[in-house]
């Protein structure tokens, strides 16, 4: 009878169970999901991308697709409608400026970015976190274009940015990062990227820069500065152990050049990531980063265009701590800014005359990690300081926020395809969503959490 009367208690909440609903920002769908395909009331089920579709609140249009974009993954909080393209131009209207890009530009908000932000914000029932939360769509980031299907956006992101510029006479610098290469992210899983080098992975990404090139080129009024691979050529530097990376060197060479020669002709700045103190900042690794940046910027044609390096990208380091962390014990470079003076005059000795921008978007609160290479969505972070040219250092051209925060790093579930270890640590918020989509509560610890206050 107690047998009976089991089995008749689990037929009773069977239904229950297959008919549970996913929660607002929960998973409802994606490649290899095998929980709800339906939200709470007030959500609806939105694919982001292939692995990943999300609870959606209702109340505010659901966003584009997107990966990391970065968008990284950006339907405009900006003022003006997108207006009428100008006549296409294969060049920039004018030579490289000398001075720092930023200087007599206004910084385009990412319209991408500002809907999630909205969307996020008017989820949060404390009114006064909220009002915080809402703020930050007022807050420049950098738009990732993580996959060739999004080129098209910013063809939309540049004509709202000319019809800002024409309508008020205020100069508008548009900030993206560059980040699809074949057999992408060839140390880690979670950014896995769409091109694969064994499957005509070259030409693929060469025709996905040129569509981007395609694009800047109708607006050459418009400024336009691009953070190059994210990761990329710093595990050439450290990572040539693993046999992905090793594979995958001689065209991630050959893609970065061609990117960098193709937007340097279209009048783009361009910053190659340099990883962070942490990774590159280690004596050791000073030199021979040093030489892999000079001669990269040597082969695609030492252009004015190509203006230096940025770090820190989508990672968690102060620009100046107060003091050093104890996980970067025995590393004198324990900052970004002892990293950037360390590697600025060896760059100048392999004559690279570079300068810096610098991620502070979630580097707000420090001493958070187990270990310095634990990168993925890291608890109590917060948002860190504002975007700025006021940087206390010659070297460096802007304060930036590359990683749009609340946008997840990688994804806790151990049997996604995408899944990295390092978003399981005991350092990592869980659970987690797939990279590149929103991760609601993190954002809302952003807020709270941010350096200075929101």
Known sequence: ????????????????????????????GGIGWSGSTSCVSGSVCTELNDYYSQCIPSSAAPPASTSQAPSPSSTPPTTSAPGTSSAPSSTPTSGPTADNPWTGYQVYLSPYYANEVKAGAAAISDATLAAKAASVANIPTFTWFDTINKTGDLGTYLADAQSIQQSTG????????????????????????????????????????????AQITKYPDVRVVAVIEPDSLANLVTNLNVQKCA?????????????LKQLSAAGVYSYMDAGHAGWLGWPANLTPAAQLFAQVYKNAGSSPFIKGLATNVANYNALSAASPDPITQG??????????????PVLAQQGFPATFIVDQGRSGQQNLRQQWGDWCNIKGAGYGTRPTTNTGSSLIDSIVWVKPGGECDGTS???????????????????????????????QTLVSKANPPL
């Not at 107690?2 to 229950?16: D, E, G, H, N, V």
């Not at 057999?183 to 694969?196: I, L, M």
């Not at 594979?247 to 990117?259: F, I, K």
Request: proline share 5%; aromatic share 12%.
């Open 247 to 259: 594979n995958a060197q001689t065209t991630y060479l050959a893609c970065v050049n061609y990117a």
């Open 170 to 213: 205020q100069k508008q610098l548009v900030q993206i990062v560059v980040y699809d290469l074949p057999d992408r992210d060839c140390a880690a899983k979670a950014s896995n990227g769409e091109f694969s080098i064994a499957d005509n992975g070259q030409a693929n990404y060469e025709n996905y820069i040129d569509q981007l090139v």
């Open 413 to 443: 579930n151990s049997s996604s395809p995408r899944y990295d270890s390092t978003c399981s640590l005991s350092d990592a918020d869980q659970p987690a969503p797939e990279a590149g989509t929103w991760f609601q509560e993190y954002f």
């Open 331 to 344: 590393n004198p470079n324990y900052d970004e800014i002892h990293y950037i003076n360390a590697l600025g």
């Open 1 to 28: 009878m107690k047998s009976s009367a089991a089995l008749y208690s689990l037929l009773a909440i069977l239904p229950a169970l297959i008919n549970a609903q996913s929660p607002v920002w929960g998973q409802c």
